[in-house]
T-cell receptor, first 114, second 114 residues
C-alpha cells in the first residue's frame, strides 16, 4: 500500500492554457474521487469513478473540465482554457468498495493560474 | 442533500488543555459522519467516523466525537492537546444509504500554543 499518488504537486500556468493532472489510487481501489479545495474552504466534490465508469459530476465541473479513468486504474483531470478562478488544490481520493466509509487522499496538486 | 457547518474557523488553545471542535449537519435522511485532519502540504487523513451503533466514537491520536441526533451535531474532542495537533480539521457527512460522496465543512484551524 503506497498510498494515493498525485502528479504534479505544483503547477503554474498562464490563463488560457490547458493543464492535466494525474492520480494513481491505491492498488485495487475501485472508487476514485476528485475534489477541489480553495483557500480557507473545505474540499468540494467534483466527480467520482466506480472502476472506469464516471458515475457523477458536480455542477462545479464546467465544460472546460474533463476527467477520465480509462482502465479503472489511474485517472486524469484536464482543465482547458484555464481561468484565474481555477486556482486551487485538486485532491484525489480512492476507496475500496462502494461507499465513503474510508477515503484515502493524495497530497493534491496545487494549481496557480496567472 | 446533506450539508455541514463548522462554526469556528479558528480555535487557539494552549498545550495540554482540552479542546472541542464543533460540527453541525443537516440532512433529511440518516447519515454517516466523519472527521478528517489535514496537516500542512498534505492530504486529508481520517480521524474517526460514525456509521451506526455507539454514539461515542474514538479515533486516532486520542480524539473522540459524539453523535447527537437530536442536536444534529458531531463535535470533536480531545482532553489534552499537543503541539503536533496543530492542523486543519474537517467535518464531513454522507447519506447512510447514498454514500456516493462526502460533503465537507469549511474546516477549523486548530492552533496549539506552548
Amino acid at each position: 500500500d503506497t498510498g494515493v499518488s498525485q502528479d504534479p504537486r505544483h503547477k503554474i500556468t498562464k490563463r488560457g492554457q490547458n493543464v492535466t493532472f494525474r492520480c494513481d489510487p491505491i492498488s485495487e481501489h475501485n472508487r476514485l474521487y476528485w475534489y477541489r479545495q480553495t483557500l480557507g474552504q473545505g474540499p468540494e466534490f467534483l466527480t467520482y469513478f466506480q472502476n472506469e465508469a464516471q458515475l457523477e459530476k458536480s455542477r462545479l465541473l464546467s465544460d472546460r473540465f474533463s476527467a477520465e479513468r480509462p482502465k479503472g486504474s489511474f485517472s486524469t483531470l484536464e482543465i482547458q482554457r484555464t481561468e484565474q478562478g481555477d486556482s486551487a488544490m485538486y485532491l484525489c481520493a480512492s476507496s475500496l468498495g462502494t461507499g465513503t466509509e474510508k477515503l484515502f487522499f493524495g497530497s493534491g496538486t496545487q494549481l496557480s493560474v496567472l | 442533500a446533506q450539508s455541514v457547518t463548522q462554526l469556528d474557523s479558528q480555535v487557539p488553545v494552549f498545550e495540554e488543555a482540552p479542546v472541542e471542535l464543533r460540527c453541525n449537519y443537516s440532512s433529511s435522511v440518516s447519515v454517516y459522519l466523519f472527521w478528517y485532519v489535514q496537516y500542512p502540504n498534505q492530504g486529508l487523513q481520517l480521524l474517526l467516523k460514525y456509521l451506526s451503533g455507539s454514539t461515542l466514537v474514538k479515533g486516532i491520536n486520542g480524539f473522540e466525537a459524539e453523535f447527537n441526533k437530536s442536536q444534529t451535531s458531531f463535535h470533536l474532542r480531545k482532553p489534552s492537546v499537543h503541539i503536533s495537533d496543530t492542523a486543519e480539521y474537517f467535518c464531513a457527512v454522507s447519506g447512510a444509504r447514498n454514500t456516493d460522496k462526502l460533503i465537507f465543512g469549511t474546516g477549523t484551524r486548530l492552533q496549539v500554543f506552548p
